[in-house]
């Protein structure tokens, strides 16, 4: 069961470049989240979908955007990237869309804009 | 609004002996509390989580957490830490009828052996 798969692994990006940070689940699951880890400020919420054809912005959308086709993938896009978006980020997936309900993690992107 | 805190950056025990972390919450109403690890390198993983009832909860690898409405907190405990267990542990708080997680900033912790 290979649960959240993430992809790249890591990247270095010049800034104003487009990119896309993919995430998939082979778990059915309903939600779908996407997380930036800063030092110091833990992982804070960028996007999140309850199901497919949904999406809802987190505590910290600017300069991210989603989109959720299908129940399995969740992309996450930066339009232009700045070196303020230098972090690692991580995709995370919940059965249901309770407040009570396990979130799921994948391995992590380390994404470096220069 | 909601907010996690954990108090300690950096924490070293020696192997063998107990272990706290502090978590301490801002919720209006009851929250949902959760505990997570993360290995070097890894994402995270569930620890222990509490919704309601008795309110001290086992988790995996010998984990258990006691929450303390009248403090806001939900510290993370081992009786007897193992040299595997040095990780950074993320506290986190949601409504229950809402599935955002708020997260603490992590307790890294290192293990002396």
């Known amino acids: 069961i290979a649960g959240i798969t993430q992809a790249p692994t890591s990247q270095i990006l010049a800034a104003g470049r487009r990119m896309t940070l993919r995430c998939t689940q082979d778990?059915?699951?309903?939600?779908m989240y996407w997380y930036r880890q800063d030092l110091g400020l833990g992982l804070r919420l960028i996007h999140y979908?309850?199901?497919?054809?949904?999406?809802g912005k987190g505590e910290v959308p600017d300069g991210y955007s989603v989109s959720r086709a299908n129940t399995d993938d969740f992309p996450l896009t930066l339009a232009s990237a700045v070196p303020s978006q230098t972090s690692v980020y991580f995709c995370?997936?919940?059965?249901?869309?309770?407040?009570?309900?396990?979130?799921?993690f994948g391995p992590g992107t380390r994404l470096l804009v220069l | 609004a909601q907010s996690v805190t954990q108090p300690d950056i950096h924490i070293t025990v020696s192997e063998g002996a107990s272990l706290e972390l502090r978590c301490n919450y801002s919720?209006?109403?009851?929250?949902?509390l959760f505990w997570y690890v993360q290995s070097p390198g890894q994402g995270l993983q569930l620890l222990l989580k509490?919704?309601?009832?008795?309110?001290l909860v086992q988790g995996i690898k010998g984990f258990e957490a006691e929450f303390k409405r009248s403090q806001s907190s939900f510290n993370l405990r081992k009786p007897s830490v193992h040299w595997s267990d040095a990780a950074e542990y993320f506290c986190?708080?949601?409504?229950?009828?809402?599935?955002?997680?708020?997260f603490g900033s992590g307790t890294k912790l290192n293990v002396k052996p």
């Open positions: 995370a997936s919940s059965a249901g869309t309770s407040g009570g309900e396990t979130q799921y």
């Open positions: 778990m059915r699951h309903n939600a």
């Open positions: 986190a708080v949601s409504r229950k009828d809402f599935n955002k997680f708020y």
């Open positions: 919720y209006g109403a009851t929250p949902y």
């Open positions: 979908s309850n199901t497919a054809g949904t999406t």
């Open positions: 509490y919704f309601s009832g008795d309110t």
